[in-house]
């Protein structure tokens, strides 16, 4: 529990830094390229005196460690990493995606947000994955043009490096521009995910960069090279984002969006006229400190701090973390929280999204008094966090898939990036231009304009709208006397999982004391308000007859999440973990 005046002081810190925001949705379990589940790979904490890079692939770390090493800002270390990504990690993130990045400023003590979350086409309608009055099926809707929406990544970048970059902007793509000469060797993750991946083989400009003339993949350990992604880069390098979103280029990925056979209506004008967004992030005391994470268009960082206030009026605080007790409580305020995220998270430009109400702790003490000692609530109910907006507001049954990448970044002033970025479910659409894949951010959207009860849903599609995204990189901070100090920073990939994923995380550090490598090393449960699920193959598979004893329907199933964090210890040393369930590295000095 928060003391009450502890809780005054955090209240007024959050409240300086507190955003708008919008709408939400639930989703089927489809997933035609699903996460390769590896096997765990032991890894041990990184510890680093002056700053700190963990990202999803080790080529990237050393890309964002380079830079840091010659005295570049954590958004110059960000830059390189998604740059390396693109081109390694490419079934996850690059050019053709997303993002939504975390700043922490070290001499203002301020948490900014930039949103470079995909747009919709100015011609797009709710009715857009109708077909014979139904939604289309769902694999129809990813692999075609419809799915594709504006890229943000780039511009997103670009305004963070305005704001806050140090390094000449050009040599920020150096290292990934002679690895894409080069080549880089075929990582087990991506190797797994290309065998037997009919659907990105049917695509002609996919099929001849991942696979061989005999229709074969590529194999682990092959040297894949890119060039026409290195000339991409190179532009981009000399041109900035104009030379992305105008141009040849542009012009491309307008022909590939509309000569698919499900073609789209990306146009010239959409790219051209793109625009990232400067937010304030969204923050909420817990416990000693305050959490900050992105606000709607973005339902992750709302349904963090959900879950962390109505979890502080429980005692998961004294449950082991891998107990009945604590899988209980944590998969009950998870199926709160996502209620009211498939309730009401959406484009808050588009739809008034209550985020003050949602997070009022008059409002979040009366959820908390649903969650019982002994026994499951089942499915739950969204809240009225307003009066009458239960009745306004249809829930909407959108995927959303788990292919994503996440880097958290120290740099040697203190300031710090958490940035999770996305091109949506493997491959994304499949769409191979410039050699980067195009996103299908757009089945974000609800595939059907209204709900059951024929009532809109705030998270249709509309030109020029985000759709919601369950990203929540997240930046924690510590008040003391001298003002707001750093303590954790921390994301994941996961599709809609991954609001639980860095909240458990979050639990973990900063409740039950473990270090940050262990809790992310914690077996993972929770509720997106279906089943409890239960990471398969670990040990938390031997809870499920208490917790069926207490009525919790339960599901076992992989979590390939990719959780990076730094954590920075009292003494000011950075301590840093990379998730064994994937590839990624930490390296520090």
């Given at each position: 529990?928060?003391?009450?005046?502890?809780?005054?002081?955090?209240?007024?810190?959050?409240?300086?830094?507190?955003?708008?925001?919008?709408?939400?949705?639930?989703?089927?379990?489809?997933?035609?390229?699903?996460?390769?589940?590896?096997?765990?790979?032991?890894?041990?904490?990184?510890?680093?005196?002056?700053?700190?890079?963990?990202?999803?692939?080790?080529?990237?770390?050393?890309?964002?460690?380079?830079?840091?090493?010659?005295?570049?800002?954590?958004?110059?270390?960000?830059?390189?990493?998604?740059?390396?990504?693109?081109?390694?990690?490419?079934?996850?993130?690059?050019?053709?995606?997303?993002?939504?990045?975390?700043?922490?400023?070290?001499?203002?003590?301020?948490?900014?947000?930039?949103?470079?979350?995909?747009?919709?086409?100015?011609?797009?309608?709710?009715?857009?994955?109708?077909?014979?009055?139904?939604?289309?099926?769902?694999?129809?809707?990813?692999?075609?043009?419809?799915?594709?929406?504006?890229?943000?990544?780039?511009?997103?970048?670009?305004?963070?490096?305005?704001?806050?970059?140090?390094?000449?902007?050009?040599?920020?793509?150096?290292?990934?521009?002679?690895?894409?000469?080069?080549?880089?060797?075929?990582?087990?993750?991506?190797?797994?995910?290309?065998?037997?991946?009919?659907?990105?083989?049917?695509?002609?400009?996919?099929?001849?960069?991942?696979?061989?003339?005999?229709?074969?993949?590529?194999?682990?350990?092959?040297?894949?090279?890119?060039?026409?992604?290195?000339?991409?880069?190179?532009?981009?390098?000399?041109?900035?984002?104009?030379?992305?979103?105008?141009?040849?280029?542009?012009?491309?990925?307008?022909?590939?969006?509309?000569?698919?056979?499900?073609?789209?209506?990306?146009?010239?004008?959409?790219?051209?006229?793109?625009?990232?967004?400067?937010?304030?992030?969204?923050?909420?005391?817990?416990?000693?400190?305050?959490?900050?994470?992105?606000?709607?268009?973005?339902?992750?960082?709302?349904?963090?701090?959900?879950?962390?206030?109505?979890?502080?009026?429980?005692?998961?605080?004294?449950?082991?973390?891998?107990?009945?007790?604590?899988?209980?409580?944590?998969?009950?305020?998870?199926?709160?929280?996502?209620?009211?995220?498939?309730?009401?998270?959406?484009?808050?430009?588009?739809?008034?999204?209550?985020?003050?109400?949602?997070?009022?702790p008059a409002y979040l003490a009366r959820r908390s008094a649903l969650i019982a000692a002994d026994r499951s609530m089942g499915k739950a109910a969204p809240g009225e966090p307003v009066p009458g907006a239960l009745a306004r507001r249809g829930v909407d049954d959108t995927p959303a898939l788990p292919s994503t990448t996440h880097v958290s970044i120290v740099d040697a002033d203190g300031n710090a990036v958490a940035m999770t970025s996305t091109i949506?479910?493997?491959?994304?659409?499949?769409?191979?231009?410039?050699?980067?894949?195009?996103?299908?951010?757009?089945?974000?959207?609800?595939?059907?304009?209204?709900d059951g009860r024929g009532v809109p849903v705030a998270n249709r599609v509309e030109g020029g709208k985000r759709p919601r995204s369950t990203m929540a990189p997240t930046i924690v901070l510590r008040a003391d006397a001298s003002g707001p100090r750093l303590r954790l920073v921390v994301g994941s990939p996961g599709g809609s999982a991954i609001a639980n994923y860095v909240a458990q995380t979050l639990v973990a550090n900063l409740a039950w004391g473990?270090?940050?490598?262990?809790?992310?090393?914690?077996?993972?449960?929770?509720?997106?308000?279906?089943?409890?699920?239960?990471?398969?193959?670990?040990?938390?598979?031997?809870?499920?007859?208490?917790?069926?004893?207490?009525?919790?329907?339960?599901?076992?199933?992989?979590?390939?999440?990719?959780?990076?964090?730094?954590?920075?210890?009292?003494?000011?040393?950075?301590?840093?973990?990379?998730?064994?369930?994937?590839?990624?590295?930490?390296?520090?000095?």
């Open positions: 529990m928060t003391h009450p005046a502890r809780a005054a002081r955090l209240l007024w810190l959050a409240g300086a830094m507190l955003a708008a925001a919008p709408a939400a949705a639930q989703e089927p379990e489809f997933d035609a390229n699903p996460e390769p589940q590896t096997a765990y790979r032991s890894k041990q904490a990184v510890m680093g005196r002056h700053f700190m890079a963990v990202t999803a692939h080790p080529l990237a770390t050393e890309a964002a460690y380079r830079v840091l090493d010659r005295g570049g800002s954590a958004v110059d270390a960000a830059i390189a990493a998604q740059m390396m990504l693109g081109l390694v990690e490419p079934q996850s993130s690059g050019l053709g995606g997303g993002a939504f990045m975390l700043y922490y400023d070290a001499a203002r003590g301020r948490v900014t947000v930039f949103d470079g979350r995909e747009t919709a086409p100015a011609a797009a309608t709710a009715d857009r994955f109708m077909q014979d009055a139904r939604p289309m099926p769902f694999a129809d809707a990813v692999d075609s043009g419809k799915s594709v929406g504006v890229p943000g990544v780039l511009r997103a970048l670009e305004l963070a490096h305005e704001r806050h970059g140090k390094l000449p902007w050009p040599s920020l793509f150096d290292d990934a521009i002679d690895r894409a000469r080069r080549g880089f060797p075929v990582s087990p993750r991506l190797a797994a995910l290309l065998r037997g991946n009919r659907r990105l083989a049917a695509q002609p400009a996919a099929r001849a960069y991942f696979f061989h003339a005999d229709g074969s993949p590529r194999r682990e350990g092959e040297v894949l090279r890119n060039p026409e992604l290195a000339r991409t880069l190179a532009q981009v390098a000399r041109g900035g984002g104009d030379a992305f979103y105008r141009g040849p280029l542009a012009q491309a990925m307008v022909q590939a969006v509309r000569s698919h056979p499900r073609p789209g209506d990306l146009s010239g004008a959409d790219l051209a006229g793109y625009a990232a967004r400067e937010r304030d992030a969204l923050c909420r005391p817990y416990r000693v400190y305050v959490a900050c994470g992105a606000p709607p268009p973005s339902s992750g960082g709302l349904a963090v701090l959900q879950m962390l206030a109505l979890l502080d009026h429980t005692p998961i605080g004294a449950a082991e973390p891998v107990s009945a007790a604590a899988v209980h409580y944590f998969s009950e305020a998870g199926r709160l929280a996502y209620a009211d995220r498939d309730r009401y998270v959406a484009d808050p430009a588009f739809v008034d999204v209550p985020v003050r109400a949602l997070l009022d949506e479910q493997a491959f994304g659409s499949k769409l191979f231009v410039g050699g980067f894949l195009l996103n299908n951010e757009l089945t974000d959207f609800a595939l059907s304009p209204v473990l270090d940050i490598q262990s809790a992310i090393d914690l077996p993972h449960y929770g509720s997106r308000n279906r089943a409890t699920e239960l990471e398969s193959g670990t040990s938390v598979e031997g809870l499920v007859p208490a917790l069926r004893a207490m009525g919790h329907p339960v599901a076992l199933q992989p979590f390939p999440s990719g959780l990076h964090g730094v954590e920075i210890l009292s003494n000011g040393l950075l301590r840093a973990g990379a998730d064994p369930r994937r590839e990624g590295t930490a390296l520090g000095r």
